[in-house]
C-alpha cells in the first residue's frame, strides 16, 4: 500500500523559507518519477515540480522556477521540496506525489504565507 506523509508547512512572511519533507513506504521509491503538486483555496490541484528517479532531471513551474528546489533521498525514501522566496501566491495544500491517481497522493501539508 502506498503512502507518502508530507510535513514543513507552516505559516511564513514573504520572503521567507520553508523546506517540505515527505517520507514514503509501501512502493519501490528508488524507481519512479515523483512529484510535488500544490491546491491553492479555490483552485484546481496543479503540479509544482517533478524528479527523476537519478536526479538528474528535474522540472518546475514557470512560476517556481528559481525559487524552489526539488530533491530525493533513495537511500531514505524521501522527496523534498526547499521553497526560497516564497510569495503570498504560493498559499495552498503541497503534495508530494507518485503519479496521477489520488491515492498516489500523501494527505499533505499547509503553507500560508502572509504578512
Known amino acids: 500500500q502506498v503512502q507518502l506523509v508530507e510535513s514543513g508547512g507552516g505559516l511564513v512572511q514573504p520572503g521567507g523559507s520553508l523546506k517540505l519533507s515527505c517520507v514514503a513506504s509501501?512502493?519501490?521509491?528508488?524507481?519512479?518519477?515523483l512529484y510535488w503538486v500544490r491546491q491553492a483555496p479555490g483552485k484546481e490541484l496543479e503540479w509544482v515540480a517533478s524528479?527523476?528517479?537519478?536526479?538528474?532531471?528535474?522540472e518546475y513551474q514557470d512560476s517556481v522556477k528559481g525559487r524552489f528546489t526539488i530533491s530525493r533521498d533513495n537511500e531514505k525514501n524521501t522527496l523534498y521540496l526547499q521553497m526560497d522566496n516564497l510569495k503570498v501566491e504560493d498559499t495552498a495544500v503541497y503534495y508530494c506525489?507518485?503519479?496521477?491517481?489520488?491515492?498516489?497522493r500523501g494527505q499533505g501539508t499547509q503553507v500560508t504565507v502572509s504578512t
Open positions: 524528479i527523476n528517479p537519478g536526479s538528474y532531471n528535474v
Open positions: 506525489a507518485k503519479s496521477q491517481v489520488e491515492s498516489d
Open positions: 509501501g512502493f519501490s521509491f528508488s524507481i519512479y518519477y
